[in-house]
Structures are given as structure tokens and as C-alpha cells.
């Protein structure tokens, strides 16, 4: 009955994250070793020991690394607006209980299309705060208390996290600088994440 429910709220985040606009990506649960989040936490059970390339060595702790490869790639490609989303596992460990159901989003770059009549602007925190809470509305969820977040991936003073009856459930906040420079970013770029356990 448990996995039911988080399939049913995934599937509705999902169409929700759809038709707010971002496109679905799916991608390895492989990461490079290099990009873990945080950095400094290398759970060695999770390493593969033949890994199909350097790039893909160790099970994924957090659906951003694979997400942020794609916004690197498409804006050397001259892609100067990126919404994206995944659903999917990341692992902590290598028991069952330690595998949990995630939905990250990322916003990257312009907010609109170039145009002659507007000047563009590129997204902010409060583009990524309303979709995250526009998600958590559609799917029933109101009372819950928005608090600073501590989370290192996240540029310090520009993200938050919500908490409902004192369970964390979403996160969302600027790419912390320091990471712009491992994934290559050079344009503004927001991060939000769900945990749907």
C-alpha cells in the first residue's frame, strides 16, 4: 500500500512538473565520483567496482549531478533557457531502506524567449519557490512552514526548505558558486527537490 501511494504522488508531480512546463529527462543512477553532493560524503559502499567509464563510477546520492551535466551541455550548445525535471531513486546506502523516491527540478538561464518587444530577465529564487510550492499545493499540501536551508549545494542565503509536522519534504535555492565551476554553469541556475518517501 506504501509504494502504491509514493507511485501515485510521483506520477502526480510529475504531470503537475509537465504541465508547468519543464520537460522529463530520465538519466543513469551512475555519477562520476567527482560530483557527488555533498562532496566530502563518499559512501565507498557505493562504489561500482567495474563502472562502465570514470564518469559513471559510484550510485547517485542526489538526482542534481546528472541534471546539472544536461544543463552544461545544452548551453555549450547555445540553449540559453533550461527546465528540466527527474524522477527517480537515490541511494545512501546499499540496504532497501536507504534507497528513497526523489523529483528534482532546475531551472537555468532566461525565464522567456528572446523577443523585440521585452527585455528578458533570467530566473530567480522566486521562480523556483513557486513552482516547488505550486506542486506541493496541487497534490494537497498547504500547511506546511518554509525555513532557511543549510544544504551545501545551495548558495548560502538563497534557499530554503519546507517542512511539514517537522518532516522535511522539498528543498529549493540557487546552485551554490563553487558548483557553477565543477558542472561548468556560467548562467544563473535553480535547483529545487522533492522527497516523496
Known sequence: IVMKRIKKIEIDIRECAAKLGFHETKTFSFISEKKVFPHK?????????NPISSEMNIMR???????????????????????????????????????????????????TNKTWHFKRRYYDFFDIKAYIINILNEIGMKNFILKRSEKEWYHPGISAEIKLEGKFIASFGQLHPSLEKVFDIKQPTFLGEIDIN
Open 41 to 49: 560524503i563518499i559512501n565507498q559502499d557505493l562504489k561500482i567496482e
Open 61 to 111: 546520492n542526489s538526482l542534481f549531478p546528472n541534471l546539472l551535466d544536461i544543463v552544461a551541455k545544452n548551453t555549450s550548445k547555445g540553449i540559453e533557457s533550461i527546465e528540466i525535471f527527474e524522477a527517480g531513486y537515490v541511494f545512501n546506502g546499499i540496504n532497501i531502506t536507504d534507497q528513497k523516491s526523489k523529483i528534482a527540478l532546475v531551472l537555468s538561464g532566461f525565464e
